[in-house]
């Protein structure tokens, strides 16, 4: 069955950075929007941010813009999460997620990975 599998999660410093990566087998990859959703303790799991198939278009939720980029690689089957000026508020599990169409409603999103945590310290 269509596997999602992200990494790259970690530890990190205030101000530091991080690269999630999320690789796809046996699926479609080119054919699919990705994104990248991201759940806080005690908190609804969000929107961060998503791409479409061919990466020319994207977007980004407000409280990530300027910080953080999406991008894919479809020869690779993978699509990326740069973050940078990473703050504690990021703290989450990031879950990569895949669907059809241009969408931000979660519920949209057919295929989900396993997640990854990602904790930023003050």
């Known amino acids: 069955q269509v596997q999602l599998v992200e990494s790259g999660g970690g530890l990190v410093q205030a101000g530091g950075s991080l690269r999630l990566s999320c690789g796809a087998s046996?699926?479609?990859?080119?054919?699919?929007?990705m994104a990248w959703f991201r759940q806080a303790p005690g908190k609804e799991r969000t929107i961060v941010a998503s791409?479409?198939?061919?990466?020319?278009?994207?977007y980004y939720a407000d409280s990530v813009k300027g910080r953080i980029t999406i991008s894919r690689d479809n020869a690779k089957n993978t699509v990326y999460l740069q973050m940078n000026s990473l703050n504690p508020e990021d703290t989450a599990v990031y879950y990569c997620?895949?669907?059809?169409?241009?969408?931000?409603?979660?519920?949209?999103?057919?295929?989900w990975g396993q997640g990854t945590q990602v904790t930023v310290s003050s």
């Open positions: 791409i479409t198939q061919s990466g020319g278009s994207t």
């Open positions: 997620a895949a669907t059809r169409i241009w969408t931000m409603r979660q519920k949209d999103y057919i295929y």
């Open positions: 046996r699926l479609p990859f080119s054919t699919y929007v």
